[in-house]
């Protein structure tokens, strides 16, 4: 397997990321299973893996600490988040140094290691100042906690304000941005990704099948797949909302296109993002084996010209099909109070 650099780190990371967002409750419940996936995704050549403290709980966490045990932690390189509520208490939340500091103890305690590669802040927190948060992770970085530290769904602005503040108050900086990116989600080619190429960060798309939409089991025609997934998120797949019936008709058309180049659509999926020069290492998400081994070969295949043409034909550049799929929507745009002048 031909590996890649993350950013301008040293680490060599493999052309797909294994996310385990999907083992433990969330996903696959038994740990004995999703362990053999981790352990099949390795034996293949993955070298990298990411999680979240949020993701089922911190059983995720778990649940991938037991798979590096035995001696493969120190092959691999292991990326985890914070941000999101740990539980109903405020100040367990956020991107707070007082939070940071604890949170990290716990990812540590669950992934049975001693450090952790790349340790990423899961979203933008307003209430939060950005040097605050980049001087704690400065200090976990120093104490050798963690190796490198990157961010998650955050806006461009907010990406090269942090490459400022770091470099004003000679501090180090964000190494990675992890953005929703695949064929339907392609709003970040526009200003986030030529920022992070401008600044050599390693770019980490999440979601690269659209939430499953490029999976190719959503068809026109056809009775729609459910999951936990679509109940939790029902704005990214109730069909009575305009932008996923738009989902709907452009994965039919890709799903055509795939099938006339002799790919599936998975492998037509990753490889679209795999292929941009900016994107470092794609996140895969699989719940089940078949999954994770209809994604494995995608590193192997090199879409043509014609093909990434028809492609923009189908979703043009720098198009977001549907708003929902964004990740993170900034204050001003959710708070209307933050958009009106007062009124007496």
Not at 255 to 279: I, N, T, Y
Not at 304 to 325: H, K, M
Request: aromatic share 6%; net charge negative.
């Amino acid at each position: 397997m031909e590996y890649r650099s993350l950013g301008r780190t040293g680490m060599q990371v493999s052309p797909l990321c294994l996310g385990a967002m999907m083992f433990g409750s969330w996903g696959e419940p038994d740990h004995e299973v999703s362990i053999g996936i981790i352990h099949h995704a390795l034996d293949a050549g993955i070298n990298f893996i990411d999680t979240a403290d949020a993701y089922s709980g911190g059983e995720s966490e778990t649940i991938v600490g037991k798979a590096l045990a035995g001696g493969r932690r120190e092959d691999i390189i292991l990326a985890t988040k914070f941000h999101f509520p740990m539980d109903e208490n405020p100040n367990k939340r956020g991107n707070s140094r007082r939070w940071i500091v604890r949170e990290v103890e716990s990812s540590l305690k669950r992934l049975d290691t001693d450090w952790i590669d790349l340790y990423q802040v899961h979203r933008p927190d307003p209430a939060t100042d950005i040097e605050e948060t980049l001087s704690a992770l400065t200090d976990l970085q120093h104490q050798g906690k963690i190796r490198a530290f990157g961010s998650s769904t955050f806006p461009a602005y907010q990406v090269v304000e942090a490459q400022w503040v770091a470099e004003k108050h000679g501090l180090s900086r964000f190494v990675t941005e992890q953005p929703p990116y695949s064929i339907l989600t392609r709003g970040i080619e526009a200003d986030l990704l030529p920022v992070t190429e401008s600044y050599g960060m390693g770019v980490l798309p999440w979601g690269p099948l659209g939430g499953g939409w490029l999976s190719g089991r959503y068809r026109q025609g056809q009775d729609l797949p459910t999951s936990g997934r679509t109940a939790r998120m029902p704005a990214r797949y109730d069909l009575s909302m305009p932008g996923n019936r738009e989902k709907l008709d452009a994965a039919e058309a890709l799903a055509v296109l795939a099938e006339e180049a002799g790919l599936s659509l998975v492998h037509l999926a990753l490889a679209f993002v795999l292929q941009h020069p900016g994107v470092t290492s794609p996140i895969i998400g699989p719940r089940t084996m078949e999954h994770l081994k209809s994604q494995l070969g995608a590193a192997d295949v090199t879409l043509s010209a014609d093909i990434l043409d028809r492609i923009d034909e189908i979703v043009p550049p720098g198009v977001t099909v549907s708003t929902a799929d964004r990740g993170y929507v900034p204050p001003p745009l959710s708070n209307p109070f933050l958009r009106r002048r007062r009124t007496a």
